[in-house]
Each structure stands twice: as C-alpha cells, then as structure tokens.
C-alpha cells in the first residue's frame, strides 16, 4: 500500500519529477534517513507524495527502490505545461501535515535533516525554517544572506531573505493556505519567486536552519539548454509581473527596494552575463532588458542606490541599450571580479553601510553557514 493515509502527519514532502530518467530513487532514499518514521501507525509521521508531472506513474514507480515504494504516495498530474508549478501546486494540495516541503526530483536532503528542522522550529516557535544548502561533495550554497549573529525572528530586509528565490526547507501548511501561495504556472521560469517573496514579506516568524543538515543540489540537477532561446522579455516577465503586482504595491519602500535590488543583481545582469558571454547579445535583447530595467526602476526608484561602481557600469550599459556582446561581457564579468575594488564600493558613499552594499553583502555571505 502506498503511503497514503493522512493520519499523524507532522510533515509532507512534495517532489515533482518530470520524465523518468531522473533520479528520484535517490531523493526518495535520503528521506527514508531524514529521522522522521513513515509507518502508517506512527505519530509525527513523514508522508513523501512523488507528483509524476506529465509522465507515467509506472515508470516513475519503478525507479524507487522496493524497500521504498510503500513508504511513497505516487500521483499523477498532467497539465501539458513544462514548469513544475503545477505538480507542485497539486501535491501541496493534497496536503494534510503540520509541516510542508518540496524537493526537485535531482535533490537529497543530508541524514537526519527533517527531524533536525521541525525540532528547531518548534523550538524557536517559528512558521518557517529555511533549510541551510549545499552542492553536493561542494561546497555552501551562501543564501539566504542571513546576519551571522542572527537565526531566529529573521528580517526579510536586513537579512536578505530574497535571495532564497526557492522556499526549500519547511513551512507551516496553515500559513501556506492562509496566504492562499500558489506557484503561478504561466511562467517559462521564474515560477517561485513570487510565492518565495510572498512568503519571506508575510510578517510571518522565520528561522535559517545554521549549522543543521542540508538541502543537497546535485551536479545533474543543473538546468538544462533550451534548444528554442526565449526572449529577454519572457525570461523575465515574473519579475515585471511582480513590480506591478497589487501585493508589491502594499510593501513598504524598503522592502520593494530589497526585491529590487536582488532581482537587478541576480537576475538581469545573470541574464546579460549569460546572453553576453554565449555571444547571443543582440539589439533586441539591449532594448528588451532596457525596458525590464526601467519597470524594475520605476517601482522601487532606490534600489540601485547601494550596487557596487562595477554595478553601476553594467547597469548604466543596459539602461543606455548597449547592444556590443562583447562590451556587456566585459562589463557583466568585471562585476563578478572581487579583487577588482569597483566591485567592493557603491557609486553613492551614502549606502556604504546599507545591508546591500558590497562590502557587508560580500563580508555576510563569507559567513553564511
């Protein structure tokens, strides 16, 4: 019998796994060692709910170990869509549990993760516990740039919590209802930015699980290249979505600034380094990216205001509609050159000390753990 029972679940875990050829036997495995029994009998159970997203539930079935396989619900979804919003949104749906987590299908948890977790929340009474992260056999993934003396009762703003854009680790399942979070499924990427961003500004309890077991990303988990390039527009559009939303419009003017600035540094001048350094850097992409940026601007007009001065050049670059590939790349990889000190000072001195300026970005992440 499949695991499927929903008495005495303390917490569910959702995977989304999209074709069988990945491995979800190894996600599965580590659960089975995250210190949480999964017998039907038992109290504060683990419930695992693997969503086969448009693929045939045998298939995936069979990748499980048989040990494993009646300690697994296994549904089906199907929505014709390539976004894992969908059986993400499904499985969460289908929860019951106190606690509720998704996994990618390419990810493992450390040994006796779970347990660790929800002891922790529990003990800091907290309605979200952000999972600490790592590269499999690598090393520390530095998000969310959490203070290093702070653990508990975090500030989205002061202790950047946009820069976790996957909410990995638990959440309380009341609260994920009560701020009715949905992955969006119109997206073509991008798909948990605005449930992450929702969740982090909710006023809601958090805590950053330092020095507990990590969520594990493996090498086979890096995305892979779309074999139809999209448009700067498309690769973008949750972010212009977000800025002009009804929710963002609530926010306070540093907390839109926070969203802001992240979505510049990771997301914009990500895309120019990635389009720029693949030579694929057009006039189209220029003009597209220059009106991203003026939406991005124009709803949080101090966002830019604590960027680095090798920011600053690449920003000026997009906004003017800089369509030389090579200038961009030469512009998007001096910013990511640390011992370059354009990259350690904000063009206004007045920021030096903002929690986004690079030297106290740059110092906080060194200490991320």
Known sequence: MDN???????????????????????????????????????????????????TELAAIRARVAPRDRDRVRFVEYSDGIKSPAGPFNHGISLASGTWVSIMGSDDSLEPGALASWVAAAGQDDADVLIAPMAHAGAGTIRTPVVR??????????????????????????????????EFPTNYATGEDQSFSAQLWFSGAKISYGRGLPRYLVHDDAVLRVTATPRSVSEDLAFATDLVTSEWFATLAEMQKSALVTKMLRVHVFGHVFLRADSGSWNAHDAAEMAEVARTLLFAAPGAARPLSLADRDLLDAVVRQESDPSTMKSLATLRRTFTNPRTWLPRDFSQLLHPEAPLRFMSASALVS
């Open 148 to 181: 290093r003396r702070h653990r508990t009762a975090l500030n989205p703003v002061a202790d950047r919590l946009s820069y976790r854009t996957a909410p990995l680790g638990i959440m309380k399942l009341s609260l994920v209802r009560s701020l009715a979070l």
């Open 4 to 54: 499927d029972i929903q008495d005495s679940v303390l917490v569910d875990v959702v995977i989304a796994v999209h074709t069988p050829d990945r491995p979800i036997e190894r996600t599965v495995a580590s659960l089975m060692e995250s210190g949480l029994p999964t017998e039907s009998t038992a109290s504060n159970r683990l419930r695992v709910t693997v969503v086969c997203h448009n």
